[in-house]
T-cell receptor, first 113, second 118 residues
Framework: DVKVTQSSRYLVKRTGEKVFLECVQDMDHENMFWYRQDPGLGLRLIYF???????EKGDIPEGYSVSREKKERFSLILESASTNQTSMYLC????????????FGEGSRLTVL | AQKITQTQPGMFVQEKEAVTLDCTYDTSDQSYGLFWYKQPSSGEMIFLIYQGSYDEQNATEGRYSLNFQKARKSANLVISASQLGDSAMYFCAMRQVGYGGATNKLIFGTGTLLAVQP
């Protein structure tokens, strides 16, 4: 089974803190993604990566950065957390195949106080 | 711009009845893919069904079927014989193909919350 593991299910941080969200997948997928989920807004793409050390901005990259030093690991970084970044963060991965089905982690619920 | 629209924020259905969740999409691409995911209250995203734009038959997976109407740009999910465990948020998504076809980004709708009543 494909497994996508996010390091923390729940985090509480203070405004201004630097926050790292880690994601690891074990299926040798080329593509990895970070989405943010908010009620009424669905899932919105923050950043994605289609290869090691490669990254592309999604629809809402402001306030975030990412790192992909190894194929299996994709990190989301909030340089200075703000209250409007309180949200559920979902990591996903996929092969560059015909369907592009995403495999998701369990999510990380971040609260910024 | 590519877009997915789910107009039903929430729905009720009686157990054992069928239910249709609406999804319309907008794209100028000729090649694209459509997905439905289920998200129970536990939070994990579960892949349900996929339809390619060139597939002539509607996709089916057990009790799930995708009513694909290309001319109308709709990809409705039909769940037959609803069960209590079907209560969840359902998301429609569309694959965007980047330059070179490498990225396979998915864009998502806002979701429909389905409640199955006994």
């Amino acid at each position: 089974d494909v497994k996508v593991t996010q390091s923390s299910r729940y985090l509480v941080k203070r405004t201004g803190e630097k926050v790292f969200l880690e994601c690891v997948q074990d299926m040798d997928h080329e593509n990895m993604f970070w989405y943010r989920q908010d009620p009424g807004l669905g899932l919105r793409l923050i950043y994605f990566s289609y290869d090691v050390k490669m990254k592309e901005k999604g629809d809402i990259p402001e306030g975030y950065s990412v790192s992909r030093e190894k194929k299996e690991r994709f990190s989301l970084i909030l340089e200075s957390a703000s209250t409007n970044q309180t949200s559920m963060y979902l990591c996903a991965s996929s092969f560059s195949s015909a369907t592009g089905e995403l495999f998701f982690g369990e999510g990380s619920r971040l609260t910024v106080l | 711009a590519q877009k997915i629209t789910q107009t039903q924020p929430g729905m009720f259905v009686q157990e054992k009845e069928a239910v249709t969740l609406d999804c319309t999409y907008d794209t100028s691409d000729q090649s694209y893919g459509l997905f439905w995911y289920k998200q129970p209250s536990s939070g994990e995203m579960i892949f349900l069904i996929y339809q390619g734009s060139y597939d002539e038959q509607n996709a089916t997976e057990g009790r799930y079927s995708l009513n694909f109407q290309k001319a109308r740009k709709s990809a409705n999910l039909v769940i037959s014989a609803s069960q209590l465990g079907d209560s969840a948020m359902y998301f429609c998504a569309m694959r965007q193909v980047g330059y070179g076809g490498a990225t396979n980004k998915l864009i998502f709708g806002t979701g429909t919350l389905l409640a199955v009543q006994p």
